[in-house]
Every structure is written in structure tokens, then in C-alpha cells.
């Protein structure tokens, strides 16, 4: 089917609420195991005689003072930004649409989208963290600023974890190419983000076989590295006792 500026679809974020429910548990876990670390280890200290009574009569209640009082303003910032939390985004014919909890919306405008200043062969890249395993951004150019379209934004506990952000990225990149065909996107973004650069769409199929190949290759570095640890000094890196 032809993809057109009167037939062009609205797409949705959906929710994977397995894997947002598997975050939020690890998230809490991992918050109340920080809070039992944080609030033992004046007491540990003590117990291993880093300081005497008379220091921990004075160190420790002030320390457990100004530690809840920052658990109290953190409580507090978490529940003022709350109403400014994501709960779904929406990708029509006028751009990407962020949803609030308080019913305001966020939206990037493909008419406001810029073309780059001279020097700068694209309009629209995507940008890798140096030594981050962070996924890559999409950039695009705002009022003369560059500006990372997120669509991973919905808030984790006050809405879910978004499954189809690829899809949702894929259906931006084609509506600039429909409503914004002066904006020079670069080649790097279909391969970046597994866009069929044909059909616009998501390639699901691209992707696992890009993390396929990314986990055989770590299995060959592993097993590389295990042999030259055996033949160079005797011993095994997955077993070290050998």
C-alpha cells in the first residue's frame, strides 16, 4: 500500500507489561537493598571499631538525620514530577505526541523540524554515546539547536515500558519522509535503528539477527580468551581453581 500524506496512519505506544513489571521488581529490589546498606553502615563501621562510642554517639545520629531528611526531598521531587510523567506516546501526521499524566502534551512538530547549517551534511542522525552501552539517539534540529527525539520516555511505574519503539521511531522517519521531504536524513539511521529503507517499517528480523551475531561473536571472544589462558599460563578463566 502507498503511503501518503491523506492515508498516513496514527501509531500508539504499547506496553510490555512483563518486562515492566520485571523492572520496577529489580528497581525495588535494588532501592531496598541500597536503603538497608545505606542505614547499616554506621553500625558496621562501628562494630569493626573505625571510630570509638564517644564518635559514634555524635557522627551517627547526624548521619541518619541527613540521610533521611535527602530520602525525604528525594520522596518529595519523585512525587512533584509525577504529574509530568509519560504515560503514552503517539506518532501521527503532524509529529510525535507525549502524553502526560496531568493531560498535557509534549509534541515535536515535523514543520518545525530545521534543516542543519552549512558544514553538516544531514538534517537528521542518529548519535552513539562514546563507551556507553546506551542506545543511539535519533537528533534532529530545533530552533537551531539539536534536539534527541526519546521513544523510550513512558514513565516506568506510572505508566509502563514501551515494546514497539522501534516501530514508533521507524513511523516518525517515515512521516518526515512523507511531510518533510527537504530534510536530508542520513543512511546511518535505517541501519542504526533496523529500518527497512523500502517499506519505512521496523525490521524485526534485521534486528534479532544484529543481537544474534553480537552474542555469537562474544561466545567466540570468550572462548578465545579461554583457550589462550590455557595454553598461555595453565588455567581457566571460567573455572580458575583448575
Not at 500500500?1 to 520496577?24: A, C, D, G, H, Y
Not at 534527541?148 to 506510572?158: H, S, V, W
Request: glycine content about 2%; some cysteine; overall charge positive.
Amino acid at each position: 500500500m502507498n503511503i501518503t500524506k491523506q492515508n498516513f496512519s496514527e501509531l500508539e505506544s504499547e506496553p510490555s507489561w512483563l518486562i515492566t513489571k520485571v523492572l520496577r521488581l529489580i528497581l525495588t529490589i535494588f532501592t531496598f537493598i541500597m536503603l538497608v546498606l545505606f542505614y547499616s553502615m554506621p553500625i558496621l563501621f562501628y562494630m569493626e571499631n573505625y571510630f570509638d562510642a564517644i564518635v559514634a554517639l555524635i557522627f551517627i545520629p547526624v548521619y541518619y538525620l541527613v540521610l533521611t531528611l535527602l530520602i525525604v526531598k528525594l520522596i518529595e521531587h519523585i512525587l512533584k514530577v509525577k504529574p509530568t510523567a509519560i504515560e503514552y506516546i503517539i506518532v501521527d501526521k503532524i509529529g510525535v505526541h507525549y502524553h502526560r499524566l496531568d493531560g498535557e502534551i509534549e509534541s515535536v512538530f515535523y514543520k518545525n523540524l530545521e534543516r542543519s547549517p552549512l558544514g553538516i551534511v544531514y538534517d537528521i542522525y542518529p548519535r552513539t554515546v562514546a563507551l556507553s552501552t546506551a542506545p543511539a539517539l535519533l537528533i534532529v534540529r530545533i530552533n537551531r539547536l539539536e534536539h534527541a527525539i526519546n521513544f523510550r520516555k513512558t514513565d516506568l511505574f506510572y505508566s509502563y515500558y514501551t515494546k514497539n519503539h522501534r516501530a514508533l521511531l521507524a513511523h516518525f522517519i517515515k512521516g518526515v519522509k512523507i511531510f518533510r521531504p527537504d530534510l536530508r536524513i542520513s543512511s546511518s539511521v535505517y541501519s542504526e535503528f533496523c529500518i527497512d529503507e523500502k517499506t519505512m517499517q521496523f525490521n524485526k528480523r534485521l534486528y534479532w539477527k544484529t543481537i544474534a551475531m553480537v552474542l555469537v561473536f562474544l561466545i567466540i571472544v570468550i572462548i578465545c580468551i579461554e583457550l589462550y589462558m590455557k595454553y598461555r599460563f595453565g588455567s581457566s578463566l571460567l573455572n580458575p581453581k583448575e
